[in-house]
């Protein structure tokens, strides 16, 4: 079974204030805080999506895929913001605090990649439709609808991208406290090397 190793201050580990701790503090609050541009363009490009004609009038509310991912990317915004602040101040990563991070990265990432899936989904019935069950292509008559909506889609990737790596970089953070796992005949046979 893994056991914890002791906690190390970023302060400590930065000492006279350069060095990879510094520039590792700085590129994480960077990569934090760029989600919240992301997040907020595609929040605002998929609030104005909508377009009407003599028949129909398309809002973007009309779908639940494209209300969910403006949801989506609305709290992604707000935990970016919030978590950029606090990666900002050099303080120790106990494991609490490691797993808290940990486990909030991974669920705005899994919250990101379903919004961003579903809106793909209804995106691309829109684009190509479904014969099977005669629901024909509708970009064709709504091209600046479906386009607003495909851009927004596509901004919201890219703040996926950031917190994909945002999320490997809390896991490894993590992760790197503990001890590996030691097989137990590897304990055995150490054991039994030392007697000798």
């Known amino acids: 079974m893994a056991q914890g190793k002791e906690s190390v201050s970023v302060v400590e580990m930065e000492g006279s204030g350069n060095g990879p701790a510094v520039a590792m503090r700085h590129f994480e609050t960077l ?3 760029l ?5 907020i363009s595609a929040l605002v490009v998929m609030l104005k999506t909508e377009q009407s004609d003599q028949y129909i009038q398309l809002d973007y509310s009309d779908f639940d895929a494209f209300r969910c991912l403006a949801y989506a990317n609305g709290i992604c ?12 101040v050099p303080v120790s990563h106990h494991i609490s605090r490691s797993w808290i991070l940990f486990l909030l990265d991974q669920g705005i990432t899994y919250l990101m990649l379903a919004g961003g899936a579903v809106a793909t989904e209804v995106l691309y019935v829109a684009y190509k439709g479904d014969e099977e069950v005669t629901w024909e292509q509708v970009c064709g008559n709504y091209g600046r609808f479906c386009n607003k909506a495909g851009a927004s ?4 990737f890219f703040a996926l991208v950031c917190f994909l790596i945002l999320s490997l970089l809390s896991s ?3 992760f790197s406290k503990y001890d590996p796992p030691i097989h137990g005949d590897v304990k055995l046979e150490n054991q039994t090397i030392a007697q000798i």
């Open 31 to 33: 990569l934090r805080l």
């Open 35 to 39: 989600p919240v541009g992301l997040c």
């Open 77 to 88: 915004a707000g935990y970016s913001l919030i978590s950029a602040f606090d990666s900002m």
């Open 153 to 156: 889609v596509i901004i919201s």
């Open 172 to 174: 490894y953070r993590l």
